[in-house]
């Protein structure tokens, strides 16, 4: 996969393991094997949807993009706003301090993420203060109510603590907080699975028109199939590390090929099959298809050997020996 000016972000062959200490005086050296030579590409002012169950290495995935985790192997390269690409392993301190404005991360709980004891405008300005956008406090105060007010909220609300709100309305504190750096691209962790199916609309119709008013890219990180293929342009299916499958959201909701996919989509619909059974850790690097022990569909050579991509179309692709 070569670098294109259109890219935002390009993963090539990522991959991150840790250790995993079963107490002080181990002797293993057992690792898990959270992400296994991943690649993908996102384009610039698209969501690229990543999707799977917990413990299948979306998050580690996105830590990685945001440099919270380092690679173990595999690079990261990011498209600048000058066309400049740049592989962050190979970033200085100051260069990857410039990339996080760019890239912001959104998490999961906002009642985790935002600090109670600050007021939301302290919590939305507290990186701006010491970043290079930085132009005073009555600058930022301006900032900071023209944000709040587009993501539904109100100029007073910048006086008050988090823990007022409701957790929609933490949500958009936590959004308008990534969105006062005025960044490329936002990552948005599980942003909508705490929240109940009514306002989870509400903050998803919000991330859409955010994005054509300010030009956004997004990576959208959930384990709902059918939400994605609501939100995202373009979709990759992980289990347990291993990217299974990869489409345009309307290709994937028509026809997903990956049994792990299928699984998925019947899981949105509250149908239970025999494959429904718990994710095991991955702590040897996989040489199988990893779904095999899962999959209803599974012979000896799912067991024995990881298939390659085959592509179904010019923007569809599967890991599947089935398909």
Known sequence: MENNV??????????????LEAGFFA???NKVYAVNNLSFAIAKGTTYGIVGESGCGKTTT?????????????????????GQAHKLEEMNKKELRDYREKVKYIFQDPARSLNPRMTVFDVMTAGLRYSSLWQ???????????????????????NRRPAGFSGGQRQRISIARGLIMNPQLLICDEVVS???VSIQGQIINLL??????HNLSYIFITHDLKVACY??????????????????AESLYKEAKHPYSQLLFEG???????????VKTTLQAEHSCPFAYRCPKASEECHNSLPEFKNLSENHRVRCWKV
């Open 6 to 19: 259109k890219n935002i972000i390009e993963v090539k062959n990522l991959s991150k393991q840790f250790n």
């Open 27 to 29: 002797k293993n050296k």
């Open 62 to 82: 996105a830590r990685m993009i945001i440099q919270m985790y380092k690679q173990t192997e595999g690079s990261i390269i990011y498209t600048d706003q000058n």
């Open 136 to 158: 005073g406090k009555e600058k930022a105060r301006q900032l900071a109510e023209k944000i709040i007010v587009e993501v539904g909220l109100a100029p007073e609300d910048l």
């Open 194 to 196: 705490a929240l109940d």
């Open 208 to 213: 859409q028109e955010l994005k054509e008013k």
């Open 231 to 248: 939100f995202c342009d373009k979709i990759g299916v992980m289990y347990r590390g291993v990217l299974v499958e990869e489409a345009d």
């Open 268 to 278: 949105a619909k509250g149908q239970l099959t025999n494959s429904n059974t718990e």
